[in-house]
């Protein structure tokens, strides 16, 4: 059995989660899984950071209180966030890195990616940000180091596309995928189709959590741009960057465009898609398509995102699931965790 000791970089809902589960899971993983998962070091821009290194207790840090600077209530706590030093100094084996999303330069999560790759440990994350923008040279600089730098979590949460495309459908190639990546957008779309107006949509997504207090990123595609180049370039062998794909959001549309593609058996949705063309170019774009009924995607309503993949052996496969939530996204840690995990024992062999 294999106990990993974990630092987690950002305690807001997710690695917080993650530190409920492990307070409650642990010992089923052990036997389930073949590993435990030890905290070493915490560490949050708001709450401060903490190291021990003989292991710190999951359950007291889940509830601990959201103050500032709360971790310095705890023995050996301090209510500055020192980051580099709870990476590069707990002993960590794995950084678990759940930090807001900069989609402008990915900072500061993309540092924290590249202090621990650096120093030789594996990285799980959740953020969009440094792999949209920075994921080829942190995937050459986990290759050299030779540990494990995943991101399951980064695209659709706990629903496990990334992973799923590449091994379930290994051997028939993917030409092309669309998808409902936003789940705030989606959920405003499917309020409008029940007569509430943008304005007054956005207003009950953001009384639900599903959207924040600047709504901009999700109804206006930036967040879904992210995510498109992260599945064109770890899926369709693209480069893209973030300039290539087009985008266009959601906030033009009307209740009267709701009602009109109603009346001819059709939704709107928010779709992020990428194209590999013949010469090997992959063309990609985020904007607002009129979808008939019998599309695999129409249906999808709410919260809830999905992406169909086109290949050339089975045709179109869709899968779908949360595209948010903390635990769900904590999961997506795990699997990450399971899968470093799972090919570190294949090393062993």
Not at 69 to 96: M, Q, W
Not at 208 to 220: I, M, N, Q, R, S
Not at 294 to 308: C, E, K, R
Not at 323 to 333: H, I, V
Request: with cysteine; charged share 20%; glycine share 10%.
């Amino acid at each position: 059995m294999t106990e990993y000791k974990i630092a987690l970089v950002g305690f807001g809902g997710v690695n917080r989660a993650l530190a409920q589960l492990i307070a409650e899971r642990n010992e089923d993983w052990k036997n389930a899984l073949g590993f435990t998962l030890k905290i070493v070091g915490v560490t949050d821009l708001f709450l401060g950071s903490l190291i021990n290194r003989q292991g710190l207790d999951a359950a007291s840090l889940a509830a601990l209180p959201v103050t500032k600077g709360a971790l310095a209530n705890l023995p050996g706590g301090d209510a500055v966030a020192r980051t580099e030093a709870v990476i590069k100094d707990s002993g960590a084996d794995i950084i678990a890195e759940a930090t807001f999303t900069n989609p402008v330069d990915g900072e500061p999560a993309t540092t924290f990616c590249r202090w621990a790759l650096e120093n030789g440990q594996h990285v799980v994350t959740t953020n969009k940000g440094p792999i949209a923008l920075h994921g080829a040279a942190l995937k050459a600089l986990a290759q050299r180091n030779h540990v494990a730098f995943e991101y399951e979590g980064s695209v659709m949460s706990g629903t496990p596309v990334i992973r799923l495309a590449r091994q379930l459908l290994a051997g028939s190639s993917i030409n092309s995928f669309e998808g409902i990546l936003n789940g705030t957008s989606n959920f405003v779309l499917t309020r409008m189709e029940n007569g509430l107006g943008f304005t007054e949509a956005v207003e009950q997504a953001q009384a639900l959590g599903y959207a924040e207090a600047d709504p901009t990123a999700d109804v206006e595609g930036h967040d879904v741009r992210l995510k498109v180049v992260i599945l064109a370039n770890e899926l369709l062998d693209a480069s893209l960057t973030v300039s290539d794909v087009r985008c266009n959001g959601i906030s033009a549309l009307t209740l009267e465009d709701i009602d009109q593609a109603r009346q001819n058996n059709a939704r709107w949705k928010l779709i992020g898609a990428a194209t590999r063309h013949a010469d090997g170019s992959v063309s990609a774009s985020v904007e607002p398509r009129l979808l008939g009924n019998d599309h695999p995607l129409s249906s999808i309503g709410g919260a809830t995102n999905a992406v169909s993949f086109s290949s050339d052996l089975i045709g179109t496969v869709t899968v779908s699931g949360p595209g948010a939530g903390r635990t769900e996204t904590a999961f997506a840690l795990l699997s990450d965790i399971i899968s470093l995990h799972q090919s570190a024992a294949q090393g062993r062999e």
